[in-house]
């Protein structure tokens, strides 16, 4: 009874608050790495060096008047951004976060649950965001926001098979779908898959910038392009979630590149013994500095590289990822047959 | 079984009610998924993988037919501006 | 006992949503029912062991198909208005009385069936827990040259629609 209800709600509970409080947070941490690549400091009245901004940001948008647009769909226009920041939010059930702790005299694997199409799973929940994009344009009921929503949906779906297709790949190299098995397979063989897939690993990177709208890739959004993109229309808590979910997007993504390519809660080089004395620090710990250098990734890449054209975009993801991600599958499905 | 038999009623009056092309070919849509519910529901009683696979090619093939058929219709509506299918009777134009 | 509460939620579910998409005018919220139709129908799978389909399911059908059909009922409705259902009432009743009809004769043929003795459902042995690596096996080894027909008419379809789709040739 407790095992089969309670230990996963509280995993369910903690797992969502972590991710909310770190989504919030990345608000902040993305304006002032912006900042400081830009040699200037960021937030810093609100709190000691800006901490609180988040809280205050949160009571701003709270308190704002909510504007539902006269002719707009009612029932659509509210649950479009719910849409946006479910799929986000039930990725985090497959991803195991470390192995399996001793809490209370029970053996407690840090992970929601092991289904044995976890990768699977998180790719067609993905694909489920692409409709909160799509109902926010329509339901505002104005020119603009509809077609940069269906701009961005193209853009989402086109990218959607080239990371696909990655995956494809890196399930070939592990031989599971199921997340935890693949965390496992990294330490059988000695090295993450980073090293082994390398190609996948760039192609997934790009990929997922693509998927969650992050420049260079986010012409869906940025305030130039046909005036604030699809979610003009929306004002007050509707926004923030909008924000919050391509955060918990980030988040999502760098969780899933973890787990792929950096070997999930492994320390480096998880085999040799002579490095051993670091396995006092608890998998969780690894995982979370891994994610953390790849969100740090994101927005480095955000500061850094100009925005690319819609044309140039879908170039990009249609006949340069997606043949060289076939290209990679096939590499793999040899190499994996031949040793 | 009763499940996809109803299910696949649904679709089949849909086909016949609406005009609305689109709603039309969501119908089949709903009728071939009505098919998949009864194939996986005997895979599942026979234990045997088959259902599984065929479910798997139903799939495939109402992609390829949705997509088809909405380039059909994209096709028509820039000659004709309509979506209604009385008003689609003409074999040229 | 749970399974069966399931069950029946889950079709209730299903049926209320078709039902909804047949009968809704505005076409948005038709292809969005056909989504939550969809998505249920996932999780009936899930319940009858067939996870890989299920996904699969998810990924293409509600993810992929229905984002089309979102996609070209937004460029139609873009022009115009929302269509006008401008259809009598009496050939809407015809119809669903039809269905009812046909219906009824089904659940006999069922209600028929059932009182022979049936074949007990056995254990969930392979078929559930290796699930993908079962149907991948069958996929790769029985059924290949389906799979093959398959892909190629993937590939006809896709030229096809983008054939189709353009504006000038």
């Keep these: 009874m407790i095992d089969t209800f309670l230990i996963p709600l509280l995993k369910i509970l903690f797992v969502l608050n972590a991710t909310l409080i770190g989504v919030t947070y990345m608000v902040l941490l993305e304006r002032k790495v912006i900042a400081w690549v830009q040699v200037r400091l960021g937030p810093m009245r609100v709190g000691p060096y800006g901490i609180l901004q988040p809280i205050a940001d949160a009571v701003k948008l709270i308190l704002k008047e909510d504007i539902t647009p006269t002719k707009a769909d009612k029932w659509v226009f509210t649950a479009a951004p719910i849409i946006v920041m479910v799929p986000a939010l039930i990725t985090f059930a497959v991803i195991p976060f470390g192995p399996a702790v001793h809490l209370f005299g029970r053996e407690v694997p840090l992970y929601i649950t092991d289904i044995n199409v976890g990768l699977l799973y998180i790719v067609s929940v993905a694909s489920m965001g692409v409709y909160g994009i799509i109902l926010g344009g329509w339901a505002s009921n104005s020119k603009f926001p509809l077609l940069a929503s269906l701009r961005a949906s193209a853009q989402l779906i086109s990218y959607e098979v080239g990371v696909t297709m990655t995956l494809v790949s890196m399930i070939v190299t592990a031989g599971s779908l199921s997340m935890v098995r693949i965390v496992e397979a990294q330490y059988n063989s000695h090295l993450w898959y980073i090293f082994i897939q390398p190609v996948a690993f760039v192609l997934f990177f790009i990929g997922g910038l693509a998927e969650t709208n992050r420049a260079p890739f986010d012409m869906a959004e940025a305030e130039q392009e046909l005036t604030g993109g699809f979610h003009t229309e929306y004002s007050g808590m509707r926004f923030a979630l909008f924000f919050l979910a391509e955060y918990a997007n980030m988040i999502v993504v760098s969780s899933v590149a973890t787990t792929l390519f950096l070997g999930g809660w492994l320390r480096p080089f998880p085999n040799v013994a002579a490095l051993s004395f670091l396995g006092f620090i608890p998998g969780w710990i690894w995982f979370l500095v891994k994610t953390f250098v790849f969100l740090y990734v994101f927005l480095w890449v955000r500061a850094t590289l100009p925005r690319y054209r819609y044309d140039q975009l879908m170039r990009l993801g249609w006949k340069v990822l997606i043949p060289i991600a076939i290209a990679n599958v096939i590499v793999t499905a040899i190499v994996k047959v031949l040793l | 079984m009763l499940l996809s038999a109803a299910l696949f009623i649904i679709g089949v009056v849909g086909v016949m009610i609406r005009r609305n092309i689109i709603v039309i070919f969501m119908s089949i849509e709903l009728i071939l998924n009505a098919v998949n519910i009864n194939l996986i529901a005997f895979s599942y009683q026979l234990q045997n993988g088959i259902g599984q696979v065929f479910a798997i090619f139903v799939i495939a093939v109402a992609a390829a037919e949705a997509a088809v058929g909405l380039g059909i219709i994209l096709a028509f509506y820039r000659n004709k501006e309509t979506i209604n299918i009385d008003e689609m009777t003409v074999m040229r134009w | ?169």
């Design chain 3, 1 to 169: 006992m749970g399974e069966a509460i399931a069950f029946y939620v889950l079709a209730a579910l299903i049926l209320g949503f078709a039902v909804l998409v047949v009968s809704t005018r505005n076409t948005v919220h038709s292809v969005l029912y056909l989504v939550l139709n969809f998505l249920a129908v996932a999780a009936l799978y899930v319940m009858l062991t067939a996870q890989f389909l299920a996904v699969i399911q998810v990924l293409v059908y509600a993810g992929g198909i229905v984002v089309l059909y979102l996609f070209v009922v937004m460029l139609v409705n873009l022009k115009r208005p929302p269509e006008d259902h401008s259809a009598p009432q009496r050939k809407s009743w015809v119809g669903a009385g039809l269905g009812l009809l046909v219906l009824g004769e089904l659940g006999g043929i069922v209600a028929y069936g059932r009182l022979a003795p049936a074949v007990s459902p056995m254990q969930n042995t392979d078929l559930a827990i290796n699930n993908v690596e079962r149907v991948g096996m069958l996929l790769y080894t029985d059924y290949l040259i389906p799979f093959e027909v398959a892909s190629i008419l993937l590939l006809v379809a896709m030229v096809g629609a983008i054939i189709l789709a353009k504006r000038e040739l």
